[in-house]
């Protein structure tokens, strides 16, 4: 199942841990990036706090934990080579996966159209 944060992450959930990472729309906006700092394993994020960080040389910006949960792993690859979010944003650069904390909370984001509406 695929969803969407009005925060421009997307989640593929697979039973009860969702893969994150930001969308082609935030690749865009946000320009090359430069730099990607990760939250820690084990780490448990509320929805809606800072996860991880992003650098462009445009800006600096959030991402996001979409659900209530805790990080049960983090993708490293984009750590050493930013680049890879730009160039596969939907693919190999996802940024971490949350084990969530409720799998039911997922039907509260968007669907592929109603962010595709969003972005407009």
């Known amino acids: 199942m695929l969803k969407f944060t009005q925060d421009h992450e997307w989640l593929k ?3 009860d841990v969702a893969t994150v990472g930001i ?3 935030a690749a865009e906006q946000l320009g090359d990036l430069v730099f990607v700092e990760l939250p820690e ?3 448990a994020f509320g929805k809606g706090n800072g996860a991880a960080t992003v650098e462009s040389v445009k ?6 934990c979409p659900l209530d ?6 993708n490293e690859a984009i750590v050493a080579d930013p680049s890879l979010v730009n160039s596969d944003p939907a693919g190999a650069g996802w ?6 904390a409720d799998p039911a909370a997922a039907n509260a984001l968007l669907d592929e159209a109603a962010y595709k509406t969003l972005i407009g």
């Open 13 to 15: 959930i697979e039973g």
């Open 23 to 25: 969308t082609e729309h």
């Open 41 to 43: 394993v084990g780490a």
């Open 59 to 64: 800006a600096a910006s959030d991402v996001y």
């Open 69 to 74: 949960g805790e990080i049960v792993a983090v």
């Open 95 to 100: 940024f971490f996966k949350l084990k969530l």
